[in-house]
């Protein structure tokens, strides 16, 4: 949780549970797990946690059981293309290019008004293209946090369509 990319991400969950809790937080590449356990600190009440990584998985649900939250987070090694139902609210600490081309997935994993909190994002160009991409698909960008070259990103679905 040291890295600046994590803790503006931390501090973008703690927003938006406190503007809404989320029912349902999807938490990609989750690593430790420390953004799901956040989201579950913060009040989420059911948060599914995935990674491609084995290795972060076993770390995940490690940290998860240490922190006695088993019964709000599921941490798996199950791909987001198999994900199905909506989230209140996803968020991704991960690269840029990978963000990009979760953005079509992740669009459609959100419910109505579902809140999408996306970091690893360096300021200036990718933070720009993250921002196009994601509006394409009636994401809109709520706010920004930045630390250093980094900037964390808090978007949300576009009821108006517009």
């Known amino acids: 949780g040291q890295h600046a990319s994590t803790k503006l991400a931390l501090g ?3 927003g938006a549970c406190q503007d809404a809790l989320p029912e349902k937080v999807l938490d990609i590449g989750t690593g430790s797990g420390i953004l799901s356990m956040g989201a579950a600190l913060f009040g989420a009440k059911e948060i599914i946690a995935i990674d491609n990584d084995p290795e972060a998985v076993r770390v995940g649900q490690e940290n998860v059981a240490l922190n006695n939250l088993q019964e709000v987070i599921q941490v798996a090694g ?3 293309a198999e994900i199905s139902g909506a989230f209140d ?3 991704a600490n991960i690269v840029h290019d990978v963000l990009v081309d979760m ?3 992740i669009a459609k994993r959100l419910t109505a008004q579902g ?3 996306l970091a690893g994002i360096l300021s200036g160009k990718q933070e720009q293209n993250i921002a196009k991409v994601y509006g394409d698909l009636n994401i809109q960008v709520a706010s920004r946090s930045y630390e250093d070259e980094w900037v964390a990103m808090l978007l949300q679905q ?3 369509g517009a």
């Open 115 to 117: 809140k999408v909190i």
């Open 78 to 80: 199950t791909d987001l």
């Open 12 to 14: 973008l969950i703690q």
């Open 103 to 105: 953005a079509p997935t």
């Open 89 to 91: 609210l996803v968020c």
């Open 158 to 160: 576009n009821l108006t």
